[in-house]
């Protein structure tokens, strides 16, 4: 029993989804769990190899998906993937955000490369998709952006990720207000502790997730089906009067007493 499985398996059939970081991590998860709810998808990231070990099952299981080597911060490239999906699928309906860079750093000794290549993809990314997807959407659509559960406090040796984040939270707000007249809603999903490869690649260690769990309201980590069951959610007929919010989804971590190892 998963959290997927208290919605319906048709409840994205009909929609062409394309899913950013989709080759790996959270990316991954959203865009296997929107095919096996009905959608197409598109699933976009830098890495060829990454892009098959999820675009295959999907084909394999009967459903429809098209990779799409690409990377966020060419402006060029990404509105080639829209133009692409569209081709593949006829339309695009929803857009998830979920390409991201990070590492653990101080602020003090992040080199200007390594702030900007994480402001890049994180922010400047979420826009050139945002941009070139909603000029693509016909009769409405949804992006989703995956921001983070610090975007209200503060990112512990993540300054980059953390201002970035919080850049593309409001950046949700004003493209909700600038969009929703085209029927386009845009939400985030603010994900505390899952254990992903990035994550664990940021935090340094696999073992600090138990750590994390174990100081939670609810004890333990997320599961992946349960940020996969809110990014459906956001983007599905139960959320269309839905745009502009946050939606948390970190078992208390945020509010607790936000803490990493
Ligand atoms: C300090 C670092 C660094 C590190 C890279 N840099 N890693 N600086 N500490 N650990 C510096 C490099 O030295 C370089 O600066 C600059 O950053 C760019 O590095 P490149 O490797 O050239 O960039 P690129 O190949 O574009 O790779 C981007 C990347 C990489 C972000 C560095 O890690 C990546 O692609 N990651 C994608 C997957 C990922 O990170 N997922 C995390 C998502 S998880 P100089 O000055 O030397 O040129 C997430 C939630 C985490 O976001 C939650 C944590 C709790």
């Not at 830098?46 to 459903?63: C, M, T």
């Not at 699928?89 to 955000?97: K, M």
């Not at 340094?204 to 138990?210: H, S, T, V």
Request: charged share 15%.
């Amino acid at each position: 029993m998963t959290a997927l499985s208290a919605f319906s398996p048709t409840a994205l059939a009909g929609r062409v989804a394309l899913v950013t970081g989709g080759g790996t991590g959270m990316g991954a998860a959203i865009a296997a769990g929107y095919a096996a709810l009905g959608a197409d998808v598109a699933v976009l990231s830098r890495n060829v190899e990454h892009l098959r070990a999820v675009a295959d099952p999907i084909v394999a299981a009967g459903g429809r998906a098209l990779a799409v080597q690409a990377d966020v911060r060419d402006p060029d490239a990404v509105a080639a993937a829209v133009a692409a999906t569209v081709a593949e699928f006829g339309r695009i309906d929803v857009l998830v955000n979920s390409a991201a860079g990070n590492f653990r750093c101080a602020a003090a000794d992040l080199s200007p490369n390594a702030w900007r290549t994480v402001v890049d993809i994180d922010l400047n990314g979420t826009f050139f998709c945002s941009q070139a997807a909603a000029a693509a959407m016909r009769g409405g659509g949804a992006i989703l952006n995956v921001t983070g559960d610090f975007v209200d406090t503060h990112g512990d040796r993540m300054a980059h990720a953390a201002a970035a984040k919080a850049g593309i939270a409001n950046l949700t707000r004003t493209l909700a207000k600038e969009w929703g007249p085209a029927g386009i809603r845009v939400n985030a999903l603010a994900p505390g502790p899952f254990e992903t490869d990035g994550g664990t690649q940021a935090l340094g260690r696999r073992e600090a997730f138990a750590e994390i769990g174990a100081a939670l309201p609810l004890g333990r980590v997320g599961r992946m089906d349960e940020i996969v069951a809110a990014a459906v959610f956001l983007v599905s007929d139960a959320a269309t009067f839905v745009t502009g919010a946050t939606l948390t989804v970190d078992g208390g971590h945020s509010w607790s007493g936000y803490h990493l190892p």
